[in-house]
Structures are given as structure tokens and as C-alpha cells.
T-cell receptor, first 110, second 112 residues
Framework: DAKTTQPNSMESNEEEPVHLPCNHSTISGTDYIHWYRQLPSQGPEYVIHGLTSNVNNRMASLAIAEDRKSSTLILHRATLRDAAVYYCILRDVRDDKIIFGKGTRLHILP | EPEVTQTPSHQVTQMGQEVILRCVPISNHLYFYWYRQILGQKVEFLVSFYNNEISEKSEIFDDQFSVERPDGSNFTLKIRSTKLEDSAMYFC??????????FGDGTRLSIL
């Protein structure tokens, strides 16, 4: 499985935008970029995914670099409830399992 | 919004006993998964299940483990002869083909 690199932790202030980076320099043409998050004492939760174009949904936006070697998850207005571990995952279109890394622990400051 | 439900939320078992962890996936999903997370570690894939058979399993998923879909709604993980190192959170997930997976909130398994 292709690997991703994320910062171990980040901090952000409540009600401000948060940009969570992810590097995936060995991404292949059939890898989708998925983001999940895990709130304390809960199971992982799907956030967003994309292939080449930027994506928006009600939770977040995903900005994908033109060469696809990096991406950024954008939370437009962080709340305390967004404090979680965020996982950037490459998932081949032919593969149904998810391989989790260590993710980025996001702290939100009130 | 439909969700994956897991029972029990916490299971305490003596070492060497068998445990069955239960999951009710989202009703129109056809792909089912089990993952585990040992305290302080990464979430690890165990097994995927489709069309009433295992489609993929990890090295962790050895003969001690088995999965079953006994009826149209439940998906179970059985662990035989439990060991101390089986203590972990076990997450069930369901999904469609290559779409997002939806996870339950897990069963905390404690082996004494």
C-alpha cells in the first residue's frame, strides 16, 4: 500500500479554518485519497475522498495538488467537536480494505 | 442517518474463553469489515466479507478468528481461546464496493 505522511499533531483556534496537510509522493493512478477521523472513544468516521479534483461536502473540503503528491483537508470553521485524530489514507480503487496510519491529532483551542 | 451498531459496548472475558462480538451493518450495504485497535495503537484491518465469504484477511486474522453472517442483519466476529493480547477495541464497518466505510463505535474487549 502506498504511504502517506502527516504531522503528528496540530492546534487550531475555535471558529477558525484548519488546513491539515498530507503527503503521498508514491501515489498511483488508481489510488483515491480518503480522509477519516476518529473522535475520542468512537469509531473512525468518513470525512471525504477524491481522486484528482477538489471536493467539497458538508463536513470539509479536500484540495488535491495537481501532481496528486499531496493533499489538504480543510475544515472551514473548526469547533471543539472537531478535535480528533485525522487520517489521510490512499485506497486503491480495486481494494476495499482501509489501512490506517497514525494520523494527525487535531487540538482545538477555545 | 443509518448507522452501524455494535454489541456489547464492553465485554470482559477470562483468558481461554470464546467471545462473539456482534454487529448490525447498515441495511443496504453488502461489504462488511472488522478492524481492531489496541490501546494507543493504530486501527488495524482484520477481515473483509462479501457475498457470504471472506474476501480478504490480514495476518492477524488466524485460525483463532472467524466471521459469520448468520441472518440478513447480523455480522459476527468470533474469537476462540482468547489471549491477553486480544484485548482491544473491535470495530465493525460496512460499505458499498469502493465507497466510504461506515464504522460502529466498537466493542471494548478486555481479557483477564
Amino acid at each position: 500500500d502506498a504511504k502517506t505522511t502527516q504531522p503528528n499533531s496540530m492546534e487550531s483556534n475555535e471558529e477558525e479554518p484548519v488546513h491539515l496537510p498530507c503527503n503521498h509522493s508514491t501515489i498511483s493512478g488508481t489510488d483515491y485519497i480518503h480522509w477519516y477521523r476518529q473522535l475520542p472513544s468512537q469509531g473512525p468516521e468518513y470525512v471525504i475522498h477524491g481522486l484528482t479534483s477538489n471536493v467539497n461536502n458538508r463536513m470539509a473540503s479536500l484540495a488535491i495538488a495537481e501532481d496528486r503528491k499531496s493533499s489538504t483537508l480543510i475544515l472551514h470553521r473548526a469547533t471543539l467537536r472537531d478535535a480528533a485524530v485525522y487520517y489521510c489514507i490512499l485506497r486503491d480503487v480495486r481494494d476495499d480494505k482501509i489501512i490506517f496510519g497514525k494520523g494527525t491529532r487535531l487540538h482545538i483551542l477555545p | 442517518e443509518p448507522e452501524v451498531t455494535q454489541t456489547p459496548s464492553h465485554q470482559v472475558t477470562q483468558m481461554g474463553q470464546e467471545v462473539i462480538l456482534r454487529c448490525v451493518p447498515i441495511s443496504n450495504h453488502l461489504y462488511f469489515y472488522w478492524y481492531r485497535q489496541i490501546l494507543g495503537q493504530k486501527v488495524e484491518f482484520l477481515v473483509s466479507f462479501y457475498n457470504n465469504e471472506i474476501s480478504e484477511k490480514s495476518e492477524i486474522f488466524d485460525d483463532q478468528f472467524s466471521v459469520e453472517r448468520p441472518d440478513g442483519s447480523n455480522f459476527t466476529l468470533k474469537i476462540r481461546s482468547t489471549k491477553l493480547e486480544d484485548s482491544a477495541m473491535y470495530f465493525c464497518a460496512s460499505g458499498t464496493a469502493s465507497g466510504p466505510q461506515h464504522f460502529g463505535d466498537g466493542t471494548r474487549l478486555s481479557i483477564l
